[in-house]
């Protein structure tokens, strides 16, 4: 008897239940964060998910959204079949045709633009899904475009690029050799339940925490030591007063500073603008806190500090306050050394498992090159240090056709509500666009506006190549067959590569053969992975990863050194106003005149995460809706207290940029004048408040955590 035969007869003892338990896993929630699975399959139909206890990863462990995998795979908005577009775009009118029909038609339009305009006006864009994306990359770069881009213009490579520019690579929290770890907007029991035993682990042995968070949140409540409640966007002053706090005090290790970091002299000029009462007065912080704060993390080493895809970077100041609290990291001699931040190679879909594959190679030897991207001229920064375009700025040139029109879009579960003024993006589309044909699982709002929509399969109906931490790679096997008529997207992107017979064998020869290719050198092959339904150990693979390879060999910058002042940033040209060093500027910068500030006094923090939901994909899963019926806006006591407003009561939410309805849910976590939601609702969708060039200059990115606006009673509509 198998493993897994014996675990079904110990939980539902008796003879031939027709039931067998196949590993899976899921991916409704981020790339690196893809638990394994037990889904116990009867007749064909998953009827029971459970978390894979032999999974080196979650070991068992499944969070909210985990638990109502087989939910959200049997959701009846499932798309069923390929959809042709019958009424206008937007409405939602569609009738079916088959696969060879639709592969026919897009064929047909993207070449109509290739040859009418160019291949660049194809702008190819996925949304939130990693899993095939070296497919698609590639795909539009064979085709011919430059223009490829994700959802990384609003996440995690804000991140990526801040590190980058400042100390070659991504600097990750070693947790296992810390004293002490500063959880700079760590809530790791929200948006990534498995990263919390690390730090538990850390306290258990007398390590110290320190959490930095706007609200109060099971962080800062089960893990902190120290909490600083600090008053939304304004960390990048925090960390500049902190490092001034740590060279006044003589904390810094000058030893370090002086051997492997660039621009100190630059840099301290700039953190001796920022004195103790000055950043107590811009963070609303106590001077005592932020002292006693700032000792643990410079005097109790080694020290490790938490790195955000976006909370901090969600704001137009966020680029420059990621870079400042990486530059603590240096200062205190914590960069590339144990305990501190060590940075790691990046093995596959945003996932460092200590070996290399041939991802980025497979995904850029066809770059076409040749024409700028979208959002190069506005975010050079972006451009020269990302290989994708950036997203936030398609909307003005699918507007103006500046400097070249973009006709069609090819989109993998691209959701329009993900950037700022959706509405906006929907309209230019609906009347701009040639073509539009979008991929997903379900019939979504962006969906509506497409001419061909086709059907996604999810995660456990299809096989996938993952990397996993600890030097792993899986191979997974569907569990059950493909729904309705869905397919995998991989499989969509290869076979329509045959019909238009692109100038690729590799992507024409299929997924697992593009997969052998790029993990070829690992010493296995796919083949190899797929004789185990569990992740297998890479043979090459060095975890964990080593610290002191960039202060041996010298940093992937410019200066060859850590950068407090960036090289790379002072190669753009001065005219966009970037500043080398890191720099603070007030979150609400381009909106504090005085009539706006008037008539919008809150500030709009959106898409903090809570565990029942992410982004768009939950909130129409019915097992998670009903954790939270309503989309709410979290009001802060007294502010409740003061405008009258009540548990459940109708509220109108509004910006200069538009409004929409919720229900007040008032609490005490947060703090006054901040008021707090979810993203990715379609009967409230919070981004029509953000306004579409309330964006950082250095890496583009909305400020979603950080927004003017204001709220009034309504009566039930
Ligand atoms: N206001 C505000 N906006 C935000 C954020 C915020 O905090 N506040 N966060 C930003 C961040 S960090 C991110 S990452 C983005 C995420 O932004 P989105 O890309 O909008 O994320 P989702 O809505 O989860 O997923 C997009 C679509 O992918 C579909 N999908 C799911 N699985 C598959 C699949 O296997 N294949 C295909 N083809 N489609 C699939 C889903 O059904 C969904 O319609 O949102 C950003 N937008
Ligand atoms: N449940 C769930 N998990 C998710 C996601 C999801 O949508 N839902 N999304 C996934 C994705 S795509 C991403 S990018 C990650 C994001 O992962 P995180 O960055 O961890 O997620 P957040 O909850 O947005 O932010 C962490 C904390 O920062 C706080 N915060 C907000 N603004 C500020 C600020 O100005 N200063 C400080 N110091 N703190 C602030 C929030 O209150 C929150 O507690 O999460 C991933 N995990
Ligand atoms: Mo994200």
């Avoid at 950037?419 to 979504?444: G, H, S, Y």
Wanted: glycine share 8%; with cysteine; hydrophobic share 35%.
């Amino acid at each position: 008897m198998t493993e897994l035969e014996k675990k079904i007869k110990a939980k539902i003892p008796g003879e031939d239940t027709g039931i067998e338990v196949k590993h899976s896993l899921c991916a409704i929630c981020s790339p690196g964060i893809h638990c394994g699975v037990d889904c116990y399959v009867k007749d064909g139909k998953i009827i029971r998910v459970e978390g894979t206890m032999e999974h080196p990863y979650n070991h068992g462990h499944l969070c909210t959204k985990g638990s109502s995998l087989r939910n959200y795979v049997y959701r009846e908005d499932r798309i069923k079949t390929p959809l042709k577009r019958g009424g206008e775009r937007g409405e939602g009118k569609f009738e079916p045709i088959s696969w060879d029909e639709a592969y026919q038609i897009i064929a047909e339009n993207l070449n109509k633009v290739k040859e009418a305009y160019s291949a660049n006006s194809v702008a190819f864009f996925s949304g939130y899904c990693k899993w095939y994306r070296p497919i698609f990359h590639r795909f539009a770069h064979v085709f011919g475009s430059v223009n490829f881009g994700t959802d990384d213009s609003t996440c995690s490579a804000s991140m990526v690029i801040g590190y980058k520019v400042t100390s070659g690579a991504v600097g990750a929290t070693d947790l296992i050799h810390a004293n002490t770890f500063l959880g700079w907007n760590f809530d790791g029991y929200y948006s990534n339940h498995l990263n919390v035993a690390g730090v538990q682990k850390l306290k258990e042995r007398g390590g110290k925490v320190i959490i930095i968070d706007i609200r109060d949140t099971p962080a800062s409540k089960n893990l902190a030591d120290i909490f600083l409640k600090i008053r939304p966007g304004t960390d990048g002053a925090l960390a500049l007063g902190m490092a001034k706090l740590i060279i006044d005090n003589g904390w810094a290790d000058m030893d370090y500073v002086e051997k492997y970091t660039f621009g100190f002299d630059k840099y301290k000029e700039l953190v001796d603008q920022y004195p103790l009462d000055k950043v107590c007065e811009i963070t609303g912080l106590d001077g005592g806190k932020i002292l006693e704060a700032t000792k643990l993390f410079a005097t109790n080493g080694p020290a490790c500090i938490n790195f955000s895809a976006s909370a901090l970077v969600h704001h137009i100041n966020g680029f420059n306050t990621h870079r400042a609290t990486v530059c603590l990291s240096a200062l205190t001699g914590n960069f590339d050394r144990a305990g501190g931040n060590v940075p790691g190679v990046m093995t596959y879909l945003h996932k460092p498992a200590g070996f290399v594959t041939r991802e980025h190679e497979f995904r850029s030897n066809r770059y076409p090159g040749g024409a700028k991207r979208i959002g190069a001229e506005r975010f050079p920064l972006w451009d020269a240090q990302f290989d994708e375009f950036q997203s936030m700025d398609l909307l003005r040139q699918v507007e103006t056709a500046d400097p070249y029109p973009i006709k069609a879009i090819f989109g993998l579960g691209m959701n329009a509500k993900m950037f700022p003024q959706t509405n906006q993006l929907l309209k230019a589309m609906k009347n701009n666009l040639d073509f539009f044909v979008n991929t997903d699982l379900f019939m979504t709002m962006t969906c509506k506006y497409a001419d061909i929509v086709l059907p996604a399969c999810t995660s456990v109906e299809r096989g996938e190549l993952k990397a996993y931490q600890g030097g792993y790679l899986t191979f997974t096997q569907p569990v059950i067959t493909p729904l309705y008529e869905s397919k995998s997207d991989t499989d969509i992107l290869c076979e329509l590569a045959r019909v238009m017979d692109l100038d690729d064998d590799l992507l024409k020869a299929g997924y697992e053969a593009c997969m052998d290719w790029i993990i070829d050198g690992c010493g296995l092959t796919v083949a190899d992975l797929k004789k185990s339904d569990l992740p297998v150990k890479v043979p090459i693979a060095q975890w964990p990863p080593r610290p002191g390879k960039c202060l041996e060999d010298g940093f992937k910058t410019p200066s060859g050194k850590f950068e407090f002042y960036s090289n790379a940033i002072a190669a753009i040209d001065p005219k966009y106003g970037l500043d080398p060093l890191p720099s603070y500027r007030d979150p609400l910068e381009d909106q504090n005149d005085p009539e706006t500030k008037a008539a919008y006094p809150f500030y709009l923090c959106t898409g903090a995460r809570l565990p029942h939901a992410i982004h768009s994909r939950t909130h129409e899963t019915p097992w998670l809706r009903s954790l939270r019926p309503d989309p709410t806006i979290e009001v802060y006591t007294t502010d409740a207290e003061r405008l009258g407003l009540q548990n459940g009561e109708p509220v109108e939410l509004y910006s200069p940029y538009g409004k929409i309805r919720m229900k007040v849910k008032v609490t005490a976590r947060s703090q006054p004048g901040v008021l707090m939601t979810l993203h990715g609702y379609t009967e409230a969708n919070v981004n029509e408040l953000i306004g579409r060039n309330h964006l950082d200059p250095y890496s583009g990115y909305p400020g979603f955590k950080g927004m003017r606006c204001n709220i009034r009673k309504v009566q039930e509509a």
